[in-house]
């Protein structure tokens, strides 16, 4: 079986569809709980699975440096080592090289870097991202990129952008094909609307199976998120999935799924989960906050998760204040079923042609609660 993307209904840009692959179908619009070092942290795989989530993502950075790709494949691969039989994509590498290793330096070949474990020497190039994500057993793959700073003059973004292209072509020579595998490009050029454009160019003249809008999330704020993905989603194949990477809050994901995102990815659900702050029907909540305290009810009461159906407020509010680990494992099942409830309202509500008025209704449900 090839892998590939079947989109069953549309509601303006927006899409609801399945994505076929070797290690079973997944519904999109889809959320990705990320799952860092082979773990989405503080869950076991099962309860990722009864959070409703159907692929999830690994980071290629942090599985070359400990245990190592070659450990995994030994072990039979990412899906056996974490016991996830599911979809998982993993990313290159190359933006957490950029964000948390030490000592980097960029030239065409790639990134030589020190390891901010061990501080030991490692150089990724897009040949190398690829092949470690092949041992990995990567359901997706990504290509090596540079995720362009934020700021940066247009000529910055020119010719970064170029480059990543460039790396682009070598990741797809470098990539195995195998049936229900897949390797994604990813549209890069900033905010400028004409570098985006050639992106999309570079990438589907080599041609790849899906497509990934990079270089967002970095600082740019959601409205020029939105403009970046206005002027890029229409340019994109529609017979392939779409991936905004590294986003979002629930705001972004309602507005990126409008114009036509079918992916993401994003550590909040889980990271605000270890922090003590709950996304809610009715807003963000700080379970620390001492109007919790003595709170009988549920987090979320339309919840279905093992937090809202057995635990009150005051209860979460008491393990994080006494730093119990429950407290972390509890809010981050929370959080991980509230995105994953937030994608399924999306993807009925695009079957049934009526997202706009369910985004709406979203949104405004955010504003009933008082946050905190
Ligand atoms: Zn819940």
């Known amino acids: 079986m090839s892998f590939h993307h079947t989109v069953q209904a549309t509601d303006g840009p927006a899409r609801a569809g399945t994505l076929h692959t070797a290690h079973g179908p997944v519904q999109t619009p889809v959320f990705m709980p990320v799952g860092t ?10 309860q990722v699975r009864a959070t409703g989530a159907g692929i999830v993502l690994g980071n290629t950075y942090h ?21 996830w039989p599911g979809p998982i994509l993993t990313d290159s590498g190359g ?16 990134v030589t870097f020190r390891s901010h474990l061990d ?10 991202a690829t092949e470690i994500q092949h041992k990995l057993d990567a359901t997706i793959s990504m290509v090596l990129d540079e995720c362009t700073p934020h700021p940066a003059t247009d000529a910055q973004v020119r010719s970064s952008m170029e480059m990543s292209m460039r790396w682009a072509a070598r990741s797809r020579a470098a990539f195995v094909a195998r049936p229900g595998y897949a390797q994604f490009g990813i549209v890069q050029g ?18 790849f199976e899906g497509y990934a809008v990079g270089g967002l999330a970095v600082g740019e704020g959601q409205a020029a998120m939105f403009a970046v993905l206005d002027c890029t989603v ?16 629930p705001d972004d994901l309602l507005g990126a799924v409008s114009r036509g995102i079918d992916m993401f990815d994003c550590v909040m659900p889980t990271r605000a989960g270890r922090t003590a702050r709950a996304f809610t029907s009715t807003g963000v909540l700080n379970m620390k906050n001492a109007r919790h305290a003595a709170d009988a009810g549920p987090i979320d009461a339309g919840c279905g998760c093992t937090a809202c159906t057995r635990h009150s407020r005051a209860y979460l509010h008491h393990l994080f204040r006494a730093n119990e680990m429950l407290g972390p494992m509890l809010l981050t099942a929370h959080n991980l079923t509230y995105y ?33």
């Open 37 to 46: 070092a082979g773990t989405v942290k503080a869950m076991t795989a099962d």
């Open 63 to 83: 599985l070359m440096l400990r245990p190592g790709a070659d450990r995994v494949a030994a072990l039979g691969g990412l899906h056996r080592f974490m016991d």
């Open 95 to 110: 933006f957490q090289v950029m964000s948390l290793a030490g000592l980097r330096t960029m030239d065409e070949g790639g």
């Open 119 to 128: 501080g030991s020497k490692h150089r990724l190039t897009p040949e190398s």
């Open 190 to 207: 900033g905010t400028l609307p004409e570098m985006r454009a050639r992106s999309v160019a570079a990438l589907t003249g080599i041609g």
């Open 234 to 249: 229409p340019l994109l194949p529609a017979d392939r999935p779409r991936y905004l990477m590294g986003v979002g809050t």
């Open 340 to 372: 994953q409830s937030l994608m399924q309202g999306m993807r009925e509500a695009i079957s049934e042609g009526r997202l706009a008025s369910h985004v709406a209704a979203v949104r405004a449900g955010w504003t009933q609660g008082a946050t905190s």
